[in-house]
């Protein structure tokens, strides 16, 4: 496989990537032996694979994914969840944990309008609205912690390659940190001050997702804002 542009280089749409023996990734498409960007973004190189993260762009859903979503409505048999996307979502009440899930009377008293729930996609198709699931290790209701909204785009930015990027968050800030791919970001800290800490990095992936070094800048940041948080339990002790 020979590259034409570079990793990490932001391309335009119909830009030559490579050409050769390679794999095809998303937002990339192909044409003989020769593969081209589908949109303005940053080209990524995983082994053989070359794939685009798109600059700007929302959420589609796809079977399989981790979505954080609010509850917007509570019908005959579940609850409607906006998961940021162009459909609403569908979770079925016999989709939370349990025998038979919540009755009818009592579904307000498990999810109620405004709540935040992590869910998985179940299934989703152009003929109906996705639907979810809350069965399975750390779904449900989220009741502690921060939530982060970025775009869609950077999650793949923001996990990094092989994860690189979000497990050096997670050791940097020592907080717990669940990536949903609509976006939603959740964040559990032993403390304000790291989930503070952890939700400004996030924040500095979404807005620099396109520049170079960008792992050592934000290693760099939480570096300090250690150092300012010492220097100021120094001062009040």
Not at 35 to 44: D, F, H, K, Q
Not at 55 to 84: C, E, N, Q, T
Not at 146 to 154: G, L, N, Q
Not at 196 to 205: S, T
Request: aromatic fraction near 4%; hydrophobic fraction near 40%; proline fraction near 5%.
């Amino acid at each position: 496989m020979v590259l034409v542009a570079e990793p990490k280089q932001v391309v335009a749409p119909g830009e030559l990537l490579a050409e050769g023996d390679h794999l095809l990734g998303d937002n990339a498409y192909k044409i003989g032996t020769q593969i081209y960007s589908a949109c303005i973004g940053i080209l990524e190189v995983d082994g053989n694979r070359v794939f685009v993260v798109p600059l700007k762009g929302g959420y589609f859903p796809r079977a399989g994914d981790l979505v954080g979503g609010r509850i917007v409505d509570i019908g005959l048999s579940g609850w409607s969840v906006d998961i940021r996307a162009p459909y609403e979502a569908m979770l079925p009440a016999s989709e939370i944990p349990g025998p038979r899930g919540p009755r009818r009377h009592d579904l307000s008293s498990t999810f109620d309008v405004g709540d935040m729930v992590l869910a998985e996609v179940l299934d989703f198709d152009r003929t109906r609205d996705p639907l979810l699931t809350a069965k399975g290790p750390g779904l449900g209701k989220v009741s502690t912690g921060r939530v982060v909204e970025i775009s869609a785009a950077k999650i793949p930015r923001l996990i990094g390659r092989k994860g690189s990027m979000i497990s050096m968050l997670k050791n940097e800030t020592r907080c717990q940190i669940t990536v949903g791919q609509n976006g939603v970001v959740l964040v559990w800290g032993k403390s304000p001050e790291d989930e503070r800490v952890a939700v400004e990095a996030i924040y500095m992936v979404e807005r620099e997702a396109h520049t170079r070094g960008l792992t050592d800048r934000i290693r760099e940041m939480i570096a300090k804002s250690r150092m300012v948080e010492q220097v100021a339990g120094t001062q009040t002790a």
